[in-house]
């Protein structure tokens, strides 16, 4: 029997084209973030005490931020997605760490306007809000319209 359009299956790939964007974005912001926030530190006066705080906290958030973004970006990281299995019941992705996440309750997919990624959110089988963001360039040639068109009925 043949699959259905709505019935997609692939395997995502590491975006390595990807995180030099990322790398330009992230990389120039935590560097001046945290040379400020320590130049405000050790060289400041005491009234700018508060100021070094926040610019140190906004450099490290960034890090954890941008760190988690390529991490998932190049599939290092145990939560990121590997793979998608699509029916209209329900949304397997199969994680980097071996666990398999189905979501069944509250499907939505959320396109960007570029075309360039997408992000999709449920509830599993245990009741936990689930969400993923997936790169275009992650999947094989012409899997990303499929997967799109797929999961448009949860738009």
């Known amino acids: 029997m043949a699959k259905k359009w709505q019935e997609v299956q692939c395997t ?10 990322d790398l ?9 973030l945290l040379l400020w926030g320590l130049k405000l530190w050790f060289g400041g ?5 508060w100021m070094a705080y926040g ?3 906004l450099g490290f958030f960034f890090l954890i931020a941008g ?6 970006r190049l599939l290092l990281l145990p939560g990121a997605p590997t793979a998608l299995d699509i029916t209209p019941e329900r949304i397997k992705v199969k994680l980097k760490g071996g666990n398999k996440v189905t979501l ?3 499907l939505r997919f959320f396109s960007d306007l570029a075309g360039k990624s997408f992000g999709l959110t449920g509830m599993d089988n245990k009741g936990a809000k689930q969400q993923f963001v ?3 360039k992650q999947f094989n040639e012409g899997e990303y319209d499929k997967v799109k068109k797929a999961l448009e009925r949860y738009a």
């Open 24 to 32: 330009t974005l992230y990389v120039p912001t935590v560097l001046f």
């Open 104 to 106: 069944i309750k509250d």
């Open 55 to 57: 610019l140190l906290f």
């Open 45 to 49: 006066n005491e009234t700018q005490g």
């Open 134 to 136: 997936l790169y275009a």
């Open 12 to 21: 995502l790939h590491p975006d390595k084209g990807g995180i030099l964007w």
């Open 67 to 72: 760190g988690n973004r390529i991490g998932k």
